[in-house]
């Protein structure tokens, strides 16, 4: 217990204000229902920061924040503060705010270059996060400028390089790095990463390559194929033009250029069916032919023609045992059916011989395989359809 | 530069049966000209043509220092020239020791080749790789290397693309095989907390000079002796492998398995691929993918990344007879049954004196084989190529 002289020396009004608690009630005391959401309010029990700091709210609080960025204060404390804020932010994940954050203390332009060196550091990874390998990286960058030898921000570069999928860059940072630390673990682990990706990237490269050469070798083989048996393909877009590509070459060339060129459009058939003259393994092509029906209003659709089947095979099957069911007068069959194909440009209709093989006819000098689909038209001898349809029209035999 | 009775010492063995007075004349002329030029030449020309020229300088520590000093004379040719009597001079081995303890030339050599703007960088390298072939002076050479510059150092130049623009430094590559003769050079190179041996093996396919390929693929054998290193070597943290095998493989195009199980880099390669065209070096290759078989864990790695597949398309290509011996030492351990317990680690099975002898007796007599199958290929070569040449005279109506 202490002498009355050293009572009497204590602040003046301490007593009293002691004294009151003996006799006052406590006011502004936490009531049962809200104390948890009061103890949240003061400053020292938040267990989060609020978004907004409104000063009617939490008076504490805005006190707090006018003292933290007082302008009063010198660059470098306020940079520093800034910092403090920015890491609060990024251990609670907010990567926005801590960019915010560390911004703001880098626009301070304060003199302490460790500062900025760790501001610059902590904004890359807060980007990094994001998934903004590009700011993270000029960060990480800026960062290597001001300390060469700052660890994290090379590790830092070393992983946006990376992300970036620029493994050259990555081994470079990496091996810029291991020159001021040689044993730095992180860096090797990078760089041994790094080149892993690199070299399977390489790889993978390759093999793009040496698959898309093979396809180009087949569709060459195939074109060159075509043109051998001297069939011709009609494109629309582009005529043949002579002289396209060098200065003295036959028509052959410039066809065959065209051709190349056609193939993305010219074979392949733009119709549902998706399907595409092919070589099979001795050599024979195979072709999409669509058989027309005028008459009806029809067509059939054969996905493999062989070049070197007669039409009248095909007939055979499609006709032989029962009619289509659009046949309704039953008079489609094999043995009375004539085949046309047409030549647009000189609007003439050429009568195919049935007994003819596919190769023959489309080897005809005034066929054109349209859309890489040869197509035929059906009519029955004899019929009235017939005659109106071929009334008015040219016609010629093969 | 030199002193009265160093030039007249020198002049006395150049000359010696030369009266006097004219050897007095001869000095006053020597040294009125510009001298060091003409003294530069004396001996460029001299040293290589006479070992007693060696030996005599060996015991003239001071005239070798003065000759090293040239290599800093202002005049640009007196300084090649000097440059090219002390990579002669560094051929020879009894200079070694007194070069490196009384002219004490390595710290100046160091030095300048650190200077990316030294003219002369290249003379240095080759001055070294001179300097490191035989063990003893190596081993002086890496003390002194290590307390100077130091070995990353060395390595991290060799790796810099274009750090000297005036000098290639490809015979560093040398100097690091040279070096890692020792092991104390070895262990720096594959220190695992380091980043050293990685930043070499690119270099195994350096098309621009066998030189700096070479050096590099010795260095990596020298490495290979020591097996305790191997699991490292062969793992993620270096990958050695493919390193050791995109040299040898060739265009040839292998099935779909063997393609998958190859390391990445081996897969897919362009038509247009070439192999290793020196054969010393494919030796080397050879030799170093043996050194790593000689653990059971290095043999199952090979063995799993198909090397055998890249070594037989090698064996059918291979046209010298040493590489091709090579081959079939390698593959016969690659496809080989795996040694009995005990013997699994092929570095340290005990063998018995009398095998021993036996098995260096073939040994010589398959080296013997050998040498008598590349002679006869090179008569051939030279018949058929004199034929030609006979052809030809007669051709142009000269005959021999």
Known sequence: ?????????????????????????????????????????????????????????????????????????????????????????????????????YTAGLNKKCSDEDLNVVLLTNRAAANFHLGNMRSALNDAAAANKIKPDHAKALIRGAQCCIE???????????????????????????????????????????????????????????????????????HSTKPC??????????????????????????????????????????????????????????????????????????????????????????????????????????????????????????????????????????LVSGSSFLKQFLTGKKIQGL | MLSDSEAAELLSFLTPSTRPDVKGQATEYLLGLSGHRCLSFFLSFFVPFFRDGCRFLRSKPDLLAALFALTSDPSIAVVKDSYHIFINLSADETLHQVLLTDVKILPVLLKSLMDPEYLFSDQICTILSNMTRHEKTCKSVFKELQEDIGLAKLVEIFCTEGYNKKAKLHYLGPLLSNLTQLPEARNYILDKDRCVVQRLLPFTQYEASAVRRGGVIGTLRNCCFDYVHHEWLLS?????????????????????????????????????????????????????????????????????????????????????????????????????????????????????????????????????????????????????????????????????
């Open chain 2, 236 to 400: 993620d943290a270096v990958d050695i492998l493919p390193f050791l095998l995109l040299p040898l493989a060739g265009p040839e195009e292998l099935s779909e398995e063997e393609n998958e199980g190859l390391p990445v880099d081996l897969q897919y390669l362009p038509e247009d691929k070439k192999r290793e065209e020196d054969p010393d070096i494919r030796k080397m290759l050879l030799e170093t993918l043996l050194l790593l078989t000689a653990t059971k864990a290095g043999r199952q790695v090979l063995k799993e990344k198909n090397v055998y597949p890249v070594i037989r398309e090698l064996h059918r290509w291979e046209k010298d007879v040493h590489v091709a011996a090579a081959c079939e030492k390698l593959v016969q351990v690659l496809i080989g049954d795996e040694p009995e317990q005990g013997m699994e680690n092929l570095m340290e099975v005990e063998i018995p004196e009398d095998v021993e002898q036996k098995l260096q007796e073939a040994d010589i007599k398959e080296q013997h084989q050998l040498e008598e199958e590349r002679r006869k290929q090179e008569e051939e070569e030279r018949k058929s190529s004199d034929a030609e040449r006979t052809d030809r005279e007669q051709e142009s109506g000269l005959i021999k």
């Open chain 1, 1 to 101: 217990m202490a002498s009355s002289a050293l009572q009497d020396d204590s602040d003046d009004g301490m007593d009293e204000f002691m004294d009151k608690f003996k006799t006052e009630r406590y006011k502004n005391a936490f009531s049962e229902n809200n104390w948890e959401e009061e103890f949240n309010k003061v400053p020292m029990f938040m267990k989060t920061a609020p978004e907004e700091i409104d000063p009617q709210k939490y008076p504490e609080l805005a006190c707090l924040q006018a003292i933290i960025h007082d302008e009063d204060r010198t660059p470098e404390e306020q940079a520093k503060s800034l910092k403090d804020e920015g890491n609060a932010f990024f251990k609670e994940k907010n990567y926005q705010k801590a960019i915010l954050a």
């Open chain 1, 241 to 378: 033009k002579r002289g396209s590509n060098s200065e003295d070459e036959d028509e052959d060339e410039g066809c065959s250029a065209g051709m190349a060129q056609l193939s993305l459009d010219g074979l392949s058939s733009q119709e549902v069916t998706g399907a595409q003259v092919f070589r099979d393994e001795q050599g024979s092509l195979h072709w999409p032919v669509l058989f027309l029906y005028p008459e009806h209003q029809q067509s059939d659709f054969i996905s493999a023609f062989c070049e070197s089947n007669c039409f009248l095979d095909h007939l055979a099957v499609m006709f032989g045992e029962e009619p289509p069911p659009w046949d309704t007068d039953r008079k489609y069959n094999p043995q009375n059916l004539q085949l046309y194909f047409e030549d647009e440009e000189k609007e003439t209709l050429y009568q195919v011989n049935p007994e003819m093989s596919l190769l023959q006819v489309l080897q005809h000098k005034r066929f054109f395989v349209k859309a890489g689909t040869p197509s035929f038209i059906v």
């Open chain 1, 164 to 234: 970036l999928q620029n493994f050259s860059e990555a081994i470079k940072w990496c091996d810029e790095g291991l020159k001021l630390l040689p044993t730095e673990k992180r860096l090797q682990e990078l760089r041994a990463a790094a080149d892993k990706h690199k070299r399977a990237a390489e790889r993978d490269a390759r093999k793009a390559k040496a698959k898309e050469k093979k396809l180009y070798g087949e569709k060459e083989a195939l074109l060159a194929a075509i043109k051998d048996r001297g069939i011709k393909l009609l």
